[in-house]
């Protein structure tokens, strides 16, 4: 537990510093050698650049951790960056030129921008660098060789049906809705309007982004509650909004009771939420899974040539509520937590 915290702390302080992490880069790992490596068949380890998206959202801390924990146990070289902020194209098409500078075997990303990173990736696959594409697609799938990550459209569909049924089917709702130029944003705000389809009783009054961040969502939601006195419904389209929805119905005159609030992703803070009974529910996307399984495709990969993925690996996105209800949880929160964050209370990552 210690040394994982250890990579932990120093993936973000590195990372901070516009810096990375390699797989035997941190001081816990400061004895191992060149040795220890997979090496391929001319005698050179495999390298992987791992980029993802922010610094500021624990979702993408708590997958890096799984994909350099991977990494470790492979025996690949890897490194890890991310940006400071989600819409930093700049900065993210930064690392991908280091990343080919240094001529790594493979690329894992998930884009910014989902057309906004293809030139960059273009002159990566030019270099015959391999591209494995995780969580957000980018937008040609010419430019990967895999791409892996959660049922966003379904995801947000029962986040839908759980606001819509938990309302008898009958009342006004909203959604705050993240970054259009992902396809995970236009992927959850499409779930979520297929499941309002399906219920004429349901209105949607309200809709807006707030960009993942949850300093705009509060902001976004105390508007949404001064314009819609009779709502009774949101969905955050990530938990970092989430949070910020819950503050400020909590700073509001509504009682929180009387609005069902839903998020999406399954972070710490909100998986609290849940527990202290101000949050309602939270379609989980799966970290674990992106993170370990990434690194695992890049390296068969390298390794395989022959390797062929016509078809994307998507993962199940389940819905957490705080109590079973038949036909509509896939966990409660304390199975979700006992699953992804085990030491809740103990340490400040809860894994």
């Not at 380890?45 to 980029?51: E, K």
């Not at 390298?302 to 993925?309: A, E, Q, T």
């Amino acid at each position: 537990m210690k040394r994982f915290i250890a990579v932990l702390l120093t993936l973000s302080m590195l990372t901070a510093m516009g810096l990375t992490l390699t797989a035997c880069g941190s001081a816990e790992t400061a004895e191992a050698s060149a040795t220890e490596f997979v090496l391929k068949p001319d005698g050179t380890p495999i390298r992987i650049s791992w980029i993802g998206k922010t610094l500021n959202n624990p979702w993408w801390i708590s997958t890096a951790d799984f994909a350099m924990r991977e990494a470790q146990a492979l025996g690949v070289d890897m490194s890890i960056a991310l940006p400071q902020e989600e819409v930093d194209l700049e900065r993210q098409v930064a690392m991908v030129e280091a990343a080919i500078e240094q001529a790594v075997d493979a690329i894992i990303i998930s884009p910014v921008s989902s057309e906004g990173i293809i030139p960059v990736i273009q002159r990566a696959r030019d270099a015959g660098i391999i591209i494995v594409n995780f969580d957000t697609r980018i937008s040609d799938p010419n430019m990967y060789d895999a791409f892996l990550g959660g049922d966003d459209v379904f995801g947000a569909y029962k986040a839908g049906v759980f606001i819509a049924e938990m309302l008898g089917g009958q009342g006004e709702v909203g959604i705050i809705t993240g970054l259009m130029a992902q396809s995970t944003g236009v992927d959850r705000h499409a779930g979520f309007m297929m499941a309002m389809e399906q219920y004429p009783g349901i209105t949607v009054v309200a809709e807006a982004t707030a960009e993942w961040r949850s300093d705009l969502a509060a902001d976004v939601t105390a508007g949404i509650l001064t314009a819609n006195p009779n709502i009774q419904g949101i969905f955050a389209s990530n938990d970092q909004m989430a949070v910020g929805m819950v503050n400020a119905v909590l700073a509001s005159d509504r009682d929180i009771d009387d609005i069902i609030l839903v998020g999406y992703d399954g972070i710490l803070d909100a998986v609290d939420l849940m527990a202290a009974g101000q949050l309602d529910a939270l379609t989980a996307l799966p970290n674990i899974e992106q993170g370990a399984n990434a690194v695992r495709i890049a390296t068969a990969l390298i390794l395989n040539p022959d390797y062929r993925f016509e078809r994307e690996l998507i993962f199940d996105t389940p819905l957490v509520t705080v109590g079973y209800i038949p036909g509509l949880t896939d966990l409660t929160i304390y199975e979700f937590a006992s699953i992804h964050f085990p030491f809740r209370g103990i340490t400040d990552t809860g894994y």
